[in-house]
Nanobody, 131 residues
Framework: QVQLIESGGGLVQAGGSLRLSCAAS???????????MGWFRRAPGKEREFVAA????????DYPDSVKGRFTISRDKAKNTVHLQMNSLKPEDTAVYYC?????????????????????WGQGTQVTVSS
């Protein structure tokens, strides 16, 4: 099992920045370098949606238009950590942000953009952007 713990959420004004982190731990986390990692978010009254993903080899999945140019995913394999740098935040970015992980290989269109592609999930961290 892999445990994922998110941190870095909080309240920020529109135009501000936050950096989310997700730390992986657990018996199988020793294989962290082989995991594909993702970030999703759930806004109030909406379904959880894809935000960003990075493969085990460092490949970046295309960001959705809603965050493209503002959000950046990165990983630190030595620290079993993945980060989400969020700049130019907007009130519509307000959501609970979830970290996800999988070691499973994915193929075809939309890989790692689907919740079903991931096996492990964190509890989420709240991000609130005030106008």
């Amino acid at each position: 099992q892999v445990q994922l713990i998110e941190s870095g959420g909080g309240l920020v004004q529109a135009g501000g920045s936050l950096r989310l982190s997700c730390a992986a731990s657990g018996r199988t986390a020793s294989n962290y370098a082989m995991y594909h990692m993702g970030w999703f978010r759930r806004a109030p009254g909406k379904e959880r949606e894809f935000v960003a993903a990075i493969t085990w080899s460092g490949g970046i999945i295309d960001y959705p238009d809603s965050v493209k140019g503002r959000f950046t995913i990165s990983r630190d394999k030595a620290k079993n950590t993945v980060h989400l740098q969020m700049n130019s935040l907007k009130p519509e970015d307000t959501a609970v942000y979830y970290c996800a992980a999988t070691i499973a290989r994915c193929s075809g269109d939309g890989c790692y953009e689907r919740q079903g592609d991931f096996d492990y999930w964190g509890q989420g961290t709240q991000v609130t952007v005030s106008s």
